[in-house]
C-alpha cells in the first residue's frame, strides 16, 4: 500500500507564509508527477501547483509568484511553499501522487488525508 502524509497546515494572517510537506511511503517502484491541490468549503478541488520527476512546474494562475513547489526524489517527498498569502487561499490542501507499483505495472494516483489551511486576521 502507498501512503502520502502531508503536514504543515495551520492558521496564518493575510500576507504571512506557510510551507506544507507530503511523504510518500509503502512499496513502489516510482513516483512520476506530484502536486497539490485544495477545496474550499462549497467549492470543486482544484489544481495548486504540480510537478514532474525531472522537476517541470506547474501553477494555478491564482498562486503564480507566491507559491512554489519542490520534491526530493530521493525522499519521495514534496513541499508547497506559500507566501504572501490571502483569505481565499483558505482551503484543505491535499498532495497528490502518480505512483507505479512495480515496474510493469500503470500508474496509480493516490491522494493524502488533507491539511487545513487558514489564512485570516
Known amino acids: 500500500q502507498v501512503q502520502l502524509v502531508e503536514s504543515g497546515g495551520g492558521l496564518v494572517q493575510p500576507g504571512g507564509s506557510l510551507s506544507l510537506s507530503c511523504a510518500a511511503s509503502?512499496?513502489?517502484?516510482?513516483?512520476?508527477?506530484m502536486g497539490w491541490y485544495r477545496q474550499a468549503p462549497g467549492k470543486q478541488r482544484e489544481l495548486v501547483a504540480a510537478?514532474?520527476?525531472?522537476?517541470?512546474?506547474n501553477y494555478a494562475d491564482s498562486v503564480k509568484g507566491r507559491f512554489t513547489i519542490s520534491r526530493d526524489n530521493g525522499k519521495n517527498t514534496v513541499a508547497l511553499q506559500m507566501s504572501s498569502l490571502k483569505p481565499e487561499d483558505t482551503a484543505v490542501y491535499y498532495c497528490?501522487?502518480?505512483?507505479?507499483?512495480?515496474?510493469?505495472?500503470?500508474?496509480?494516483?493516490?491522494w493524502g488525508q488533507g491539511t487545513q489551511v487558514t489564512v485570516s486576521s
Open positions: 497528490n501522487a502518480d505512483v507505479r507499483r512495480t515496474i510493469l505495472t500503470t500508474l496509480t494516483t493516490y
Open positions: 509503502g512499496s513502489f517502484f516510482g513516483i512520476s508527477n
Open positions: 510537478i514532474t520527476w525531472g522537476g517541470t512546474t
